[in-house]
């Protein structure tokens, strides 16, 4: 068990924000697992790897470490790509050279982290660059869903703090966090330690490509940050057929009703509910309006659409009668 003290009063300087850097980051996380809802995506990106040879080798190093400076807290909910990088760009280049040399410590580096060591500006020009060109590859063909889920699982956490207190807003984020009142507990069987805020506040990323797991930046002199999967962040990166609503959903709701309230366990548009279930723009407009007036599901604004994703009670709902 790993607890970071947070208490009540913490609660004020909580924040959710979407990083695009986290998703690069944790994408790379995922590189390195087998199966999972990342597999299709892992075997059209990871031999592609080789064209990116600094980035490859920042972010894919014997240590598994990823350089703090990639991944600053968000200034804002919704940053860009560029707005980022522009904030890596600016990191002080004795910093970048000694993180960077960090995740090779112990292990004779290639020629693309000694680079750092003689010209850190160089380097790090160069993993701008490259990690541009690898979020056109490995990230760009999935932001909209990427952005979308994050979106909804913020709006969804805002539901739960206003209907139940900050309490179960914070205990139920992922099932490998709890907080006690006092202390942010991340279940982890084989790891212990303790952390502080130490003055600073705390921003919850939801990020796509975390999947099941949970990673923190605990004591980054720019703040602190935890990631964690939204929910259903394995619908992402679906593509195959919609799963089938269960007999006893299909006898309460009726077949497209049941169908449309399965469909949304990840967030969805009116136009994507009638393309994947074969419906009029104004039938599926129809159903969502009437599923969301019976508290089955929720709408959420991102950028230009709304989306929609089941309430919680749509979740007890689909789970029961399946």
Not at 155 to 174: F, K, P, Q, Y
Not at 225 to 252: D, H, I, M, Q, S
């Amino acid at each position: 068990m790993i607890e970071w003290e947070f208490g009540p009063a913490d609660v004020a300087g909580l924040r959710f924000a979407h990083s695009p850097m986290a998703e690069v980051v944790s994408s790379v996380f995922a590189l390195r697992g087998e199966g999972g809802p990342h597999e299709s995506w892992r075997r059209r990106v990871d031999p592609e790897l080789p064209r990116w040879p600094t980035f490859r080798a920042v972010l894919c190093g014997p240590l598994g470490y990823a350089p703090d400076f990639l991944t600053p807290p968000p200034r804002t909910g919704r940053p860009g790509l560029a707005d980022e990088l522009a904030e890596v760009a600016a990191t002080p280049l004795d910093v970048v050279a000694a993180q960077v040399a960090a995740g090779w410590a112990g292990h004779p580096p290639p020629p693309e982290i000694d680079r750092f060591g003689r010209d850190p500006a160089a380097g790090l020009a160069r993993l701008g660059a490259e990690i541009r060109a690898y979020a056109a590859v490995a990230i760009r063909p999935w932001w909209p869903r990427l952005r979308a889920a994050a979106a909804t699982e913020i709006a969804g956490r805002g539901r739960i703090a206003a209907e139940h207190g900050a309490r179960r807003l914070v205990d139920g984020l992922h099932p490998r966090l709890g907080w006690d009142g006092a202390a942010l507990q991340l279940r982890y069987p084989h790891k212990s330690g303790r952390w502080s805020l130490d003055g600073h506040h705390l921003t919850l990323l939801p990020t796509g490509f975390a999947g099941g797991q949970v990673y923190a930046m605990p004591d980054s002199p720019a703040g602190r940050t935890l990631w964690y999967g939204p929910r259903g962040f394995g619908n992402v990166w679906a593509t195959g057929p919609v799963p089938a609503a269960g007999e006893r959903l299909t006898a309460l709701l009726g077949p497209t009703r049941a169908a449309v309230l399965t469909l949304l366990a990840a967030p969805h548009s009116t136009g994507e509910v009638a393309t994947r279930l074969g419906l009029s723009a104004g039938t599926a407009s129809h159903h969502l309006t009437t599923l969301r007036d019976a508290g089955l599901a929720a709408a959420a604004r991102a950028g230009r659409r709304v989306l929609y994703e089941r309430t919680t009670l749509g979740d007890q709902l689909v789970s029961e009668g399946n």
